[in-house]
């Protein structure tokens, strides 16, 4: 799960910039699972969660989108000036929960 803190008045842009551009590259290496932003408590946030089969194949997979150059020169020059920071977990589903 990772959680983008982002720069005030920028949420909708962030949104935006991802939608068009971000997902359709990052989609290339990993399933989205969920993504949200937040309207009540810490403001300004966007929450995403991606499944990977492993800790390996999650590294695997995470490099080959680093050397992606449409990710590289599309996504990032843009993105990332508008974070204030970031926060990721790895998250272990249990045996009972409904998204594995």
């Known amino acids: ?13 962030y949104l935006e910039h991802f939608e068009k551009v971000g997902l359709p590259i ?3 290496y990993a399933r989205l699972v969920g993504w949200w932003y937040t309207d009540i408590g810490e403001l300004n946030q ?6 990977y089969e492993s800790l390996d194949d999650r ?8 050397e ?10 843009i ?3 508008m974070l204030e920071k970031q926060e990721s977990k790895i998250m272990y589903a249990a045996n009972f929960s409904p998204i594995k």
Do not use: C, N
Request: hydrophobic share 40%.
């Open 1 to 13: 799960m990772r959680t983008y803190t982002i720069k005030i008045g920028q949420v909708s842009t």
């Open 26 to 28: 990052i989609s290339k």
């Open 59 to 66: 590294a695997s997979r995470r490099k080959a989108l680093y």
């Open 46 to 51: 966007v929450i995403h969660i991606w499944e």
């Open 68 to 77: 992606d150059t449409d990710w590289l020169e599309k996504f990032i020059p």
């Open 79 to 81: 993105a990332f000036p």
